[in-house]
């Protein structure tokens, strides 16, 4: 057996990352607990939440690690890497950080389009309609990026669906919508 890319060796499944989601939130919560309940220390001094700290960063790294290694060799035009950077969109975690990497995401597969098959672009459809559909603002113009980069018919049809539905899904279609017509 070869050896495997750094995405492939660290990769977390797309159903593990409800569980890293909610470790990470915990962690987090854990630590802001901590600095209010012992405040600050001087610089250079140990604090009672070094070891949640530690705990967080050592989580953040082998969650997000696959990711960003993946973000890494598409860019260096490996196509393996776009089934780390989907199904990690379409897992869709809420945590600490997850916005920035999920944007980050989204940029990558946009800018290396022409790597996505068939199936990845369908797969690329559904991540734009779960943003659409389940709104995160300051992931919109990232959303709409990768719409355009993966643009068809159907696509079309789908964003235009959610458009014509109304509420923020369809405020947020109607963004995509124009910023196809800008390009």
């Known amino acids: 057996m070869g050896c495997l ?15 890293r989601a909610a470790e990470i939130e915990e962690l987090r919560r854990e630590l802001t607990a901590a600095h209010r309940q ?4 001087s610089r250079g001094q ?8 530690a ?15 993946a973000m890494h060799d ?6 393996s890497s776009v089934v780390v950077l989907l199904d990690f969109l379409l897992a869709d975690p809420w945590c600490f950080r997850s ?3 999920k944007a980050d995401a989204m940029h990558a597969l946009a800018n290396r389009s022409q790597l996505l098959t068939a199936v ?22 990232h959303t709409a990026r990768l719409a355009m980069a993966v643009w068809d018919d159907s696509l079309e049809d789908r964003v235009r669906g959610l458009a ?18 800008v390009e």
């Open 74 to 79: 598409l860019k260096a035009g490996s196509a």
């Open 5 to 19: 890319p750094r995405h492939q060796q660290l990769a977390v499944s797309a159903t593990d990352w409800p569980q």
């Open 55 to 69: 705990r967080l960063r050592e989580v953040l790294d082998a969650s997000y690690e696959p990711v960003l290694a």
């Open 120 to 141: 990845r672009r369908r797969a690329a459809h559904e991540v734009i309609r779960h943003r659409l559909r389940h709104r995160e603002p300051r992931l919109l113009r």
């Open 99 to 101: 916005g920035c990497v």
């Open 38 to 41: 012992y405040g600050e220390v």
């Open 164 to 181: 014509a539905a109304g509420g923020e899904p369809g405020t947020d279609a109607l963004y995509v919508l124009e910023s196809r017509a």
């Open 46 to 53: 140990p604090h009672r939440a070094d070891p949640i700290a």
